[in-house]
């Protein structure tokens, strides 16, 4: 078997291993979901109010008074599901690893010059920050997200993006290669473990609050609204949220991950544009890919002015990672694979 | 979210600045001063941040004068409503459009006003001294206590001696620290760290300020030439010899340095079975002013530095060279002609112009495609691979008046058929000659003769010299630095205190510690447990529980409110 076979059998186990810990979590998810909506109709009938009064009473904010409000006396996980996530994603990381430089050795190369090295790399490295994310506290709803968007890629990498392993372009035969690409995968990596406890942060910050979009009429769509009636936030589907940790700290973690991202992409930025200026003989030209990089920094720059901004911090600011992820997959698919400009390097026709 | 947590009374640097009562004044003076506390305000700053970035998404969606003229020409003609209006607001300009330049140029504004005052403000508090131990702990999100057999003023000195000490990073200072004797046997130490924090955001905002003042010089001073040269040839920098030349209003063209510059050979691989690209090497022979000839070697990625210029190998292609006799047995046209490549096994396409040289003669026209490795397919012919194994060229033939003596300018890559006639067959076809190198074949309709030469490389060259990329490269590598210290150097304050006590189980000593920490800090509680321990004058005890009533316990709780 030539290296190139051997990598792309490695890559469809990684994927294997990951879909198998997509299910683990899952169902860790669903289990703490399920015992905590147990718990709560084992109790009185009167928990569920005490439990939201406690959790608004969190929000505004007494010192300590939150952790005590919001955490059960015992773990409702379950540790055979979250032991087989652990166990599975490790193991997809160390089979994605060896894909990887199997991929590397085959072409002869640094392995990031086309959507499918891309890919492959930047799941690697999501997958790698979630494990180290979730090496002292699991984390089964980021797990989900994360693992998630990691299988989706690889299969639309193994499916859509595939190109065989071989030499580049004089245009990619340089050091940066290395060093502009692979900065930007790992902050799209970075971006989506980000994007994922931007999500959990702003659906935590919802049940914390007590508040739900469903709650209110939606007027002519009203009839859509009722349908999602089970969806609420607030309601018996979500009570594996008070299993997270509260809506602050997830926030102080989107921020730490996004400030590492952010100056990653910066890097990026810089990297592209010196790059560019060996290459094209030109530092910027608004390329596609070149303006679509800006957008992202942009946005993710608005992100950290948002938290700083009094009426902006929180939620709001979370919407805007939101848009900034947006952005980020945008600019590696749309712009790839639709407009074509001087980065059209994804070898597809 | 911040604000919320900082205890009270702390409203000094640390704090955000409250919000100006923003009552307008009577007058232009009072309505200009709203206006530049809104432009330098926080929200007005996020609101054109935001607006920056969906004012850069049409350019990728409508196509843009300067990256792709052909395809706004092609636009234009296809949308014939919509066109002509998106044309005036700019959206084929996008980046040197009106509005685009508004919100950024209004953005700089808003951020040189929101950070000028923030510097001097910081440039205060350089030279300023920790704060006060306040009196009361109780608020602060990291607190801790431990108890020490020392004297109050021993163990604050102690304290001190810590904080100062350099950790993590050597030879630095880690804490500004003070001392301050509270009286009736209290003694208690403030400590500050963390100026870079706010000192590395000042500078990211001020390179990016410098960046764009650099990028501007490098638009008034820059110039960029295009030229296209036949191996065997050369050019010399000199505006009048470049194809197209491009410059900056303030660039001097007496100030090109005269240098000359040959093409030897031209080297190319491709992959031989996907036909891919692997290598293009330019060699070169470069005449400075003054000094001997020098060989160089032109790559992509890796441009030639020439007369302070950069010179980069942009493409390359096949120009057949070619000789054209007219019937009088002129010779009318000998040299090379570029073709350009339409696909990656270089099927090229050109333009032979002839000029009438003999009297009576027509101006000949031709036209057709190169193909470096031909093979017959049905009637036609294509090329199957870049390299010129079996080159081919497949022209048809033009006679009559090329305007060549117009005086306006031609694209020589096309012919303008308005005034020619094409050469027939007897059934009306189109005349197909067909050349490989060194045949000689006659022209129809008694135009002449041709005969193709050899087979040159060609290479395109651009030649471009921007004396602000080492500024632009600073400034953005400034900005890089003090991003990273303005999210990651901590900004802390810790306070200590010390008191005698008359319950002397423990230890004589009390000793109490706060912090405070701008932002999210994890490290705070670690910090402060440390700095505790060291101060109270005992290592730890090696379990992380040490019993009750042993002298120099430490126990610090976290509060995070």
């Known amino acids: 078997m030539s290296a190139a076979d051997l990598s792309t059998l490695l890559v469809w186990f990684a994927t294997t291993a990951f879909t198998i810990a997509l299910l683990a979590w899952t169902t860790d998810l669903a289990r703490i979901a399920e015992r905590s909506t147990a718990r709560r109709s084992a109790a009185a009938p009167v928990a569920e109010p005490v439990a939201v009064g406690a959790a608004v009473g969190a929000r505004t904010g007494s010192a300590g008074g939150d952790r005590a409000a919001v955490t059960p006396p015992a773990p409702l996980r379950s540790a055979r599901a979250e032991g087989i996530g652990r166990s599975t994603g490790t193991l997809g990381v160390l089979l994605l690893l060896a894909g990887v430089v199997a991929r590397g050795i085959a072409a002869g190369r640094w392995p990031t010059a086309n959507m499918y090295e891309f890919t492959l790399v930047g799941v690697l490295v999501a997958m790698g920050v979630l494990t180290v994310v979730q090496r002292r506290r699991a984390l089964p709803f980021v797990a989900v997200v994360v693992t998630g968007i990691s299988v989706l890629a690889l299969a639309l990498a193994l499916l859509v993006f595939y190109v065989q392993a071989e030499a580049v372009q004089p245009a990619l035969q340089s050091y940066w290669l290395v ?42 769509a009203d009839p859509v609204r009722r349908a999602l009636a089970g969806w609420k936030v607030t309601g018996r589907r979500f009570a594996w949220l008070d299993q997270v940790p509260p809506a602050r700290a997830l926030e102080s973690l989107t921020f730490r991950l996004l400030s590492v991202g952010f100056v990653l992409w910066t890097f990026t930025l810089i990297g592209g544009a010196i790059w560019a200026e060996h290459a094209w003989g030109r530092y910027w030209g608004w390329d596609p890919k070149e303006v679509g990089t800006f957008i992202a920094w942009v946005v993710y720059a608005a992100y950290l002015h948002a938290r700083t901004t009094r009426g902006w911090s929180g939620r709001r600011a979370a919407f805007i990672v939101w848009v900034g992820y947006a952005v980020v997959l945008a600019n590696f698919t749309v712009i790839n694979l639709v407009v074509t400009g001087k980065h059209s390097y994804s070898g597809l026709g | 979210m911040n604000a919320t947590r900082r205890p009270e ?90 509005w685009f330049s508004a919100i950024y140029l209004l953005l700089f504004v808003s951020l040189v006003g929101c950070i000028v005052p923030r510097v001097r403000l910081h440039a205060g508090a350089l030279r300023g001294r920790p704060p006060r131990t306040p009196a009361r702990f109780g608020r602060f999100p990291a607190q801790g206590s431990g108890r020490s057999d020392d004297e109050p003023r021993v163990v604050v000195e102690r304290a001190a ?56 010089a490098g638009q008034l001073l820059h110039y960029r030439g295009q030229v296209l040269v036949v191996a065997g040839h050369g050019f010399a920098n000199a505006q009048s010899q470049y194809d197209t030349f491009e410059r900056g209003s303030a660039f001097d063209p007496s100030s090109l340095v005269p240098f000359t510059l040959a093409l030897e050979s031209f080297d190319s691989s491709f992959d031989p079975t996907t036909l891919a690209a692997r290598d293009f090497t330019a060699h070169v022979t470069l005449t400075e002013p003054g000094a001997a000839p020098q060989p160089a070697t032109i790559k992509v990625n890796h441009p030639l530095t020439a007369g302070g210029a950069l010179v980069y190998l942009q493409g390359n292609g096949y120009a057949p060279d070619l000789q054209v006799t007219d019937a009088a047995g002129q010779v009318a046209f000998s040299g090379p002609v570029p073709f350009l490549p339409q696909d990656s096994v270089y099927t090229s396409r050109g333009v032979v112009k002839v000029p009438d040289v003999s009297g009576g003669q027509r101006q000949i026209g031709l036209t057709g495609y190169l193909l470096p490795t031909a093979v017959q397919m049905g ?113 802390r304050r810790l306070w200590i205190r010390a008191r005698s006590t008359t319950d002397r189980d423990q230890g004589p000593t009390v000793v109490t510690a706060a912090g405070l920490a701008r932002g999210d800090d994890l490290g705070l509680d670690d910090e402060l447990d440390r700095v505790l321990a060291a101060t109270v004058g005992r290592a730890p005890a090696p379990d992380d529980d040490p019993p009750a009533g042993t002298s120099g316990e430490v126990s610090a709780q976290e509060a995070r409110g």
């Open chain 2, 161 to 216: 001696a810590v904080l100062r000490a350099p950790h993590r990073v050597p030879f630095v200072r880690a804490y500004r620290v003070d001392v301050h004797d509270e009286g009736q046997g209290t003694w208690s130490v403030s400590a500050e760290r963390g100026y870079l924090r706010e000192t590395g955001n000042l500078v990211f905002h001020l390179a990016l300020v410098g960046l764009l003042v650099a990028v501007a």
């Open chain 2, 379 to 491: 009637t036609g012919w294509r090329s199957v691979n870049p390299q010129p194994q079996d080159p081919l060229l497949v022209l048809t033939v033009w006679s009559g008046d090329l305007g060549l003596d117009t005086g306006v300018p031609q694209n020589v890559y096309t012919l303008d058929t308005a005034k020619l006639t094409q050469s027939r067959t007897a059934d009306g076809q189109p005349v197909t000659i067909l050349l490989r190198p060194g045949d000689t074949v006659q022209l129809p309709d008694g135009l002449g003769q041709v005969t193709f030469k050899a087979l040159p490389r060609y290479v395109a060259l651009d030649l471009r010299d921007d004396p602000a990329t080492g500024w632009v490269l600073a400034f953005a590598l400034t900005a890089l630095a003090g991003l990273a210290a303005s999210l990651f150097a901590p900004r």
């Open chain 2, 9 to 98: 009374g702390l409203d000094d640097a640390f704090a955000e600045a409250p919000a100006e009562p923003t009552v307008p004044a009577i007058g232009l003076v009072g309505w200009a001063r709203w206006a530049w506390r809104q432009l330098t305000s926080m929200r007005v700053a996020l609101l054109l941040l935001m607006l920056l970035a969906v004012a850069a998404v049409p350019g990728t969606m409508v196509p843009q004068r300067a990256q792709s003229p052909e395809k706004v020409t092609a636009f234009l003609a296809a949308h014939t409503t919509a066109g002509p209006w998106l044309d005036r607001l700019g959206f084929f300009s996008v980046y040197t459009s009106v």
């Open chain 1, 179 to 220: 060093l502009h690409v692979g900065v930007a995968i790992i902050a799209t990596g970075v971006f989506t473990v980000g994007f994922a406890s931007s999500v959990l942060q702003v659906l935590r910050d919802g049940r914390e609050a007590g508040r739900s979009h469903l709650d209110r009429s939606w007027g002519a």
